[in-house]
């Protein structure tokens, strides 16, 4: 299966500890994107990253939350000092680099609890 | 901004019958795409339907299909003969099509979703 592929699925962390999720895109996607879920809520976009770098980071809390996308290996979406409004699901999606069919394709998701 | 609204926040419709969800959206863009996607209880998001705002066709994809209202800003979608397996939270979702310094940036606005039950 070829598809986007984030783990862990599910992540528990105590207050005032990291979190770290992480995210492979499809096969020959470059670009991918991070959105977190609120309980009852839509996603809501995040940051967009391509092969080393950061194109869009307009949705990324300003403090605690970063991503990086390195030239080998998954995308990571780290998360210093949870606190318990982290508690989210958060989806990662992909798209090619070429084409314009304007179609992302999302993981399952890693669900994050903050005790 | 763009925003994305979804007024029905839960529906039921019985199996074998026609639903249809809201979606209407505010933008001041031209060319933008517009997607339904479907949110099971397993979570993941899957795309059922999308239109192109260029395309004056509506989107068909066997049960599903959508009324697009340009003008009216407007994005429902009918879902026909429905089934058990439809029962999900459905988001209606917007994306601006915009080329930045590292090529396309497909970026979506979510509304707030309806949950959608099919009853046997």
């Known amino acids: 299966n070829a598809g986007v592929m984030q783990n862990p699925r599910h992540l528990v962390r105590r207050r005032g500890q990291e979190a770290r999720l992480r995210c492979s895109p499809m096969k020959g996607h470059s670009h991918v994107y991070w959105y977190r879920q609120l309980p009852e809520e839509g996603l809501k976009f995040m940051v967009y990253?391509?092969?080393?770098?950061?194109?869009?980071e307009s949705g990324m809390p300003k403090e605690r939350f970063s991503a990086e996308f390195p030239k080998e290996g998954p995308s990571i979406l780290r998360i210093q000092q949870v606190v318990r409004g982290d508690s989210a699901a958060y989806f990662c999606?992909?798209?090619?680099?070429?084409?314009?069919?304007?179609?992302?394709?999302f993981g399952e998701g890693s669900r994050l609890t903050v005790l | 901004a763009q925003t994305v609204t979804q007024s029905q926040p839960e529906m039921s419709v019985q199996e074998a019958e026609t639903v249809t969800l809201s979606c209407t959206y505010d933008t001041s863009e031209n060319n933008y795409y517009l997607f339904w996607y479907k949110q099971p209880p397993s979570r993941q998001m899957i795309l059922v339907i999308r239109q192109e705002a260029y395309k004056q066709q509506n989107a068909t994809e066997n049960r599903f299909s959508v009324n697009f209202q340009k003008a009216a800003k407007s994005f429902s979608l009918k879902i026909s003969d429905s089934q058990l397996g439809d029962t999900a939270m459905y988001f209606c979702?917007?994306?601006?099509?915009?080329w930045g310094s590292g090529g396309s940036n497909y970026k979506l606005t979510f509304g707030k979703g309806t949950l959608l039950t099919v009853n046997p």
């Open positions: 979702a917007f994306m601006k099509h915009v």
């Open positions: 990253l391509q092969k080393e770098n950061i194109i869009d």
């Open positions: 999606a992909s798209s090619s680099k070429q084409g314009d069919t304007g179609e992302l394709f």
